[in-house]
Antibody, heavy 120, light 110 residues
Framework: QVQLVQSGAEVKKPGSSVKVSCKASGDTFNNYAISWVRQAPGQGLEWMGGIIPIFGTGKYAPKFQGRVTIIADKSTSTAYMELRSLRSEDTAVYYC?????????????WGQGTTVTVSS | QSALTQPASVSGSPGQSITISCTGTSSDVGDFNHVSWYQQHPGKAPKLIIYDVTDRPSGVSHRFSGSKSGNTASLTISGLQAEDEADYYCTSFTSSSTLVFGGGTKLTVL
């Protein structure tokens, strides 16, 4: 059974960048798309983008295009999400999640979440 | 890419049935049978409860069911139980090959 384990909480200054990792274990990493979803305090879920490891290129929501990069290291079954030019509104819990198919159809396995706090 | 539209809140008494709607467009919900529903309890990660409009993952109660008509998908919970009180979100695959969430619905069990 696949598990996704994310890196720990981060505190960042406005204008800086954050990189969150997501390591998969227990199943084949390459066969499924990986999505990144965030949730600001008291707010709903928001799809940021994702990657299909067998293709290797990221796909991003229009809102985050140009500010986020998602990559996958197939050799270590680890996905990464880097968000740049951080502002206070980026304070949120960031989740990685496995899609139940090869594309972004929906997510069946979730990481535990990584809290990112942006504060001066 | 606009968020899918869900009611902000719904409520029901134990044993009753409730339905949550999720309205999109012909570029997402209306064009693809890749609508999913998630349950999220406070402080927890979301849990997939319906995928591909009507399918239930293994281990999810039969009290949860999904459907779709045109640009609107729906989640029905029958035989409401106290443990069903949570936030519910829908997603849909889009014509841009991305995923879009609904705004979320808070379910209160009275």
């Amino acid at each position: 059974q696949v598990q996704l384990v994310q890196s720990g909480a981060e505190v960042k200054k406005p204008g800086s960048s954050v990189k969150v990792s997501c390591k998969a274990s227990g199943d084949t990493f390459n066969n499924y798309a990986i999505s990144w979803v965030r949730q600001a305090p008291g707010q709903g879920l928001e799809w940021m983008g994702g990657i299909i490891p067998i293709f290797g290129t990221g796909k991003y929501a229009p809102k985050f295009q140009g500010r986020v990069t998602i990559i996958a290291d197939k050799s270590t079954s680890t996905a990464y999400m880097e968000l740049r030019s951080l502002r206070s509104e980026d304070t949120a819990v960031y989740y990685c999640a496995r899609n139940y198919n090869w594309n972004f159809f929906g997510m069946d396995v979730w990481g535990q979440g990584t809290t990112v706090t942006v504060s001066s | 890419q606009s968020a899918l539209t869900q009611p902000a809140s719904v409520s029901g008494s134990p044993g009753q049935s409730i339905t949550i709607s999720c309205t999109g467009t012909s570029s997402d919900v209306g064009d693809f049978n890749h609508v999913s529903w998630y349950q999220q309890h406070p402080g927890k990660a979301p849990k997939l409860i319906i995928y591909d409009v009507t399918d239930r993952p293994s281990g999810v109660s039969h009290r949860f069911s999904g459907s779709k008509s045109g640009n609107t998908a729906s989640l029905t919970i029958s035989g409401l139980q106290a443990e069903d009180e949570a936030d519910y979100y829908c997603t849909s695959f889009t014509s841009s090959s991305t995923l879009v969430f609904g705004g979320g619905t808070k379910l209160t069990v009275l």
